[in-house]
Nanobody, 130 residues
Framework: QVRLVESGGGSVQAGESLRLSCVAD??????????MGWFRQAPGKEREFVAA????????YYEDSVEGRFTISRDVAKNTVYLEMNSLKVEDTGVYYC?????????????????????WGQGTQVTVSS
């Protein structure tokens, strides 16, 4: 059983920052061995990839529009993955979801795809206004 709980969403002005957190409650998993990802879904749109961090090796991957503004990281001691979001834009608005694959071998460019993820959090709302 894997439970993911996001927090840190809110309403901000364009140009401001937010940090999202996702705590993984997974007693039978070694947190550092599994990739973690962030996706977002705007109203009326498909859920899209934002960022991911591999398990072993810890490589990071970003969607083009957030590259250079967002940073994904993990704190193994706290079983937590973060998404630091700077220079927020109106188009960053949406519900942000934390996710993780069931297979520890899912890594690299596979992390861009929703179907590679088996465990999802409930989401946290981010609203950016101009």
């Amino acid at each position: 059983q894997v439970r993911l709980v996001e927090s840190g969403g809110g309403s901000v002005q364009a140009g401001e920052s937010l940090r999202l957190s996702c705590v993984a409650d997974a007693p039978r998993r070694t947190f550092s061995s599994y990739a973690m990802g962030w996706f977002r879904q705007a109203p009326g749109k498909e859920r899209e990839f934002v960022a991911a961090i591999s398990g072993i090796g810890g490589g990071t991957y970003y969607e083009d529009s957030v590259e250079g503004r967002f940073t994904i990281s993990r704190d193994v001691a706290k079983n937590t993955v973060y998404l630091e979001m700077n220079s927020l834009k109106v188009e960053d608005t949406g519900v942000y979801y934390c996710a993780s694959p069931a297979d520890s071998l899912v890594a690299g460019t596979r992390l861009f795809y929703r179907y590679e993820y088996d465990h999802w959090g409930q989401g946290t709302q981010v609203t950016v206004s101009s």
